[in-house]
């Protein structure tokens, strides 16, 4: 173990719960009564959080250097004595108890953690016990490279502040997510998560009340009403946190979806009058709130805000509102900290990519790459990853995608070969194996699992071309935009930005069917599909497509297929391999097949952009990397030789 490696900076925020307050404890309760819903929140990390620095260490250390006060505690990595620690209590509980946890169950050293700076309000809903929880569960993640997905973070933290005398909700760590929003589910023991797509920017403010409330009796009174409900009260309780919460969330949902800013707060309204009408009967002396009322009913909030209601348990501890826009944001904050006398803050939910799904085609038989491909399909051919493991080619485009932020993947494949993908992705190696892999590669094991949950699989029953093959995906697809990867590619960015992200940055800004593009020399336009058009930007990288031709001959492209850039010189556009495509494309491949149009005995792709293209425009993104292709002997070679290392943007042919 090198303990001599640099420190390394690391950023945790808080969490707030936007919608779904107490239906994380309320949902647990269907271990002991099915008849209960399971219960739903809305959950998002904010700006406000915890730094700190990490670095390997042979114990656990953490210092605080909060205030111009230092705080310090250390101690061997003892599962035992971390957790006697854990046990007692105190600022230092939570890392102790998260600590013994990862060394218990992680091949892990120490690990030393300096907290310089917090910017999350203490003690106010927002859960910075959790937050530090899971700051320390990243610190072990990042240093020993265990490849831990968000969820298994989050269920680390959850696991390890649970060995202390808090009992934190299952909501709180959701600050694993960052500042994005998610949807939770908690069905029991278990717990979903799902990322929220956002399509406009909403402006939260959320603020101490600076009142009192005791939130160990309204957990108390509350949870009196669970697992069977005795009276109206506990009846009205539990109708409020299942199917009227459940309600509340899709709506909350399709209003992120929508953009919808008004509607959200209106819902914010709806939601705490619910909790007044249904909930706040069962503990009277803290959910009357007169403080919290007060503030909702302040004119001025009210002509700064959509919307407003209260924050986690309720009562007169933290309230949330919805500004109308970042002005009022700010505002709100200015009114709320100067003329009310509470701690105000700001966090701001930003718009995010429209595109969740993607494609990948790998049905084909790999005739290319014969004879290997008679025992491997092509896409698990072995290539040296970035981070120095031999991986199949298709585990390194996955991950591309699951960086960034692709949450469903549908492999399209022949009939015959689901067992094979289900084997790879969704079965762990036997105990002995694991046992014989080096530390790196045994966390890595979870990295797989965890990348073969997003997957899903379309069946390809006739190889008819690579238009088939997409258009099986089509009720995977639904009538959203949806991302299309060749599954013999890989990618590598000359940016800061992957290949994959600059194409979905493209077309949201754009709202068009995409492709990405490379350049290409003339001579050998014959074996792509070329693209033409004008250049829409002065720096040449987004185009207006006017043409999309399969395989032209070298003459088609001189003639009709040329790109005239701003230097005057004509240059030749193939498709990169990666596409966003528009609901219309599967509706143009569905009208193919129903005719039975194909060329050379297979329904081209090609045809189906080229007609959207027609009727609804079309733009092609000059991708800023390298594409390298593994279906060809030639192409492999170089692909093994170079890819992870030479950083010259190209395309590999």
Known sequence: MNLQEESREIFVP???????????????????????????????????????????????????????????????????????????????????GTASYMKEHYHVGGVKIRIDDMTLPMKQGLSSSAAICVLVVKAFNILYDLNMSTHGIMQAAYRGEQRTPSRCGRLDQACAYGVKPVVMIFDGSEVDVERLVVHENFYWVFANLNA?????????????????????????????????????????????????????GRLLTEAQELFDTYIAPACPSQLTAPVLHSVLNDAVVQNLTYGAK??????????????????????????????????????????????????????????????????????????????????????????????????????????????????????????????????????????????????????????????????QCREFAGNQPVLLLLGDTLYESGCGVSCIEQLLDAYEKEGKLAVGLAEIPVEQTGKYGIVSGKWEDTAERLMKVSAIVEKPSVGTAEESLSVMMANGEKKYFMVFGNYVLTPEVFDELGKSIEAGKTRSGEYQLTDALDAVREKYGMIGYRIDGRAYDIGNPAAYRKTVSEFGIQRKTEIVI
């Open 310 to 471: 209260g924050v986690g348990s309720q009562g007169d501890g933290t309230a949330q509102f919805l500004a109308k826009d970042e002005e009022s944001q700010k505002e709100l904050i200015r009114y709320l900290t100067e003329k009310r006398g509470m701690d105000a803050y700001g966090f701001t939910i930003k718009r995010q990519r429209r595109i969740r799904k993607a494609i990948i085609p790998v049905a084909g038989f790999g005739t290319r790459a014969y004879p290997e491909t008679r025992v491997t399909k092509k896409e698990f051919f072995p290539v040296v990853d970035k981070d120095n493991l031999i991986k199949p080619a298709l585990m390194i485009l996955l991950e591309e995608l699951d960086r960034a932020g692709i949450d469903k993947i549908c492999l399209v494949i022949g009939k015959e070969e689901q067992e094979m993908y289900k084997s790879y992705f969704e079965r762990s190696l036997s105990e002995e194996h694991i046992q014989k892999l080096p530390e790196q590669m045994k966390s890595y094991e979870d990295r797989i699992l965890q990348i073969g949950s997003k997957l899903q699989y379309a069946i390809q029953e006739e190889r008819k071309g690579f238009g088939h093959a997409v258009y």
């Open 212 to 264: 009192s409330k005791d939130t160990i009796k309204i957990l108390a009174d509350l949870s009196k009403c669970y697992p069977f409900a005795q009276d109206a009260t506990a009846r009205r309780v539990q109708e409020a946190l299942g199917v009227k919460n459940q309600e509340i969330i899709r709506r909350a949902v399709t209003y992120f979806e929508s953009g919808d800013v008004k509607a959200m």
């Open 14 to 96: 808080g969490r707030l719960c936007i919608f779904g307050e107490h239906s994380d404890w309320a949902g647990r309760n269907r271990e002991f009564n099915p008849a209960i819903e399971p219960g739903m929140a809305i959950v998002s990390g904010i700006e406000q959080g915890i730094h700190a620095w990490i670095e390997k260490d042979n114990k656990f250390e953490v210092i605080s250097e909060l205030g111009g006060e230092r705080k310090s505690f250390s101690m061997s990595m003892s599962v035992r004595e971390l957790r006697k620690t854990a046990e007692e209590g105190g600022y230092f509980s939570y890392m102790a």
